[in-house]
């Protein structure tokens, strides 16, 4: 047995050695994260059984002390003087951080190369993207610099790239881990969520994070069962269904195959398996990308160069203060949802398209719900291919593409989980599975078994 300061250092020293080439850390804590230690190691004993263990924040959490950039020139300076919920949960329960991990600017993205602060590689192959928005935590933990690492997930960003580096991600219910102290993207879908080696580990995580809070309304007041009591229940009888979406035109046929093998395994577990449609699987990338742009436009206008983050220099008067700020702070898919969101807002265009997203989201989450009452879970891929190369996808259309089997799960605020499934070319490939509102425990336990 190790203390939790010799692991912590070990993890330091494989940082150092191995992250400048991986980038997946936008600042990493030695200071702090060896305090915690410490901590940890003298209150071993009566500590719970996160105590001592290394993680790493997705540079989206707020965290006193320690700057919290959201991936963006324009929170480059920002340390926030309060901890997000999760971190505040996550320091309670004894866990030791070792640093805030990379991601697309403002979590806008699905590969990670949106980031101020450069691309992070896939560890599993140099020449691809790790997936995104949360690309350095998942990167951080497939090449065993940390043993978990936080993320959030709007449209897929702890799925993908977990599906993407060969880990595990898990997105819980909308509502149920507090997203107080989380630089806000879309505030009707954001949720954050352990990624991790095993559905075991984001067991113990979620168990940490999640419950009310009243600092965030949309946090349920609804208990939290002890997520690993229910890993080995038996699956015979389970039933899943197979969105006939999932598996159309768009898949690769070798990521098709690879889950395909997977729901085999399932099958020799005593589940039965049977397809069924989610009708308007086809709305969820436009309904998204009007709903999450529309909802940053709004969560993006505090940045004015006055109260956070960057400021121009020598601005002539106060509109040029906003505009120079903005212009230099913002990167250009942040830039782009910005116009997007404003202009899906604005008088005139915000029946046609605002008002329509939000029934459109209505009928995804009927789907669901209709799939739900015959299905136990539902399982497909979580990415349509394995990590694409770095730089491959150029505009921004084909990039929003790569979300079509992640997004509209987000829309009806239902969990999901991606679990390995083996590897196609030598990348990593995700099973995706999906359940009602607050099944977490059955997710973890499905996910598990397969593990
Ligand atoms: N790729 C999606 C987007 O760019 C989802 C990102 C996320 O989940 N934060 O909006």
Known sequence: EFSSRELTESLLARIERHDGDLNSFITVTPEQALAAADAADGARGEAGPLAGVPLALKDIFCTTGVKTSAGSRMLDNFVAPYDATVVEKLKAAGTVSLGKTNMDEFAMGSSNENSFYGPVKNPWDGSAVPGGSSGGSAAAVAAGLVPAAMGTDTGGSIR????????TGLKPTYGRVSRYGIIAYASSLDQA???????????RLLGAIAGHDPRDSTSVARGVPDYTEELAAPLSGLKIGLPTEYFGEGLDPDVERAVREAIRVYESLGATVREVSLPHTHYAIPAYYVIAPAEASSNLARYDGVRFGHRCDAPAD???????????????EVQRRILMGTHTLSEGFFDAYYKKAQQVRRLIRQDFLDAFDEFDVLMGPASPTPAFDLGAKKDPVSMYL??????????AGI?????????VGGRPVGLQILGTHFAEARLLNVAHQFQ
């Open 160 to 167: 993908q790239p977990a599906a993407f580096c060969g880990i």
């Open 415 to 423: 969990p999901g989980i991606s679990v390995p499934a083996g590897f």
């Open 318 to 332: 106060l509109t040029d203060l906003y505009k120079r700020s903005r212009a230099e702070g913002f990167g250009e």
């Open 193 to 203: 969520g352990p990624m991790a080696r095993t559905a075991e580990d984001c067991a």
């Open 402 to 411: 790569q979300d079509i089997y992640t997004i509209a799960i987000n829309l």
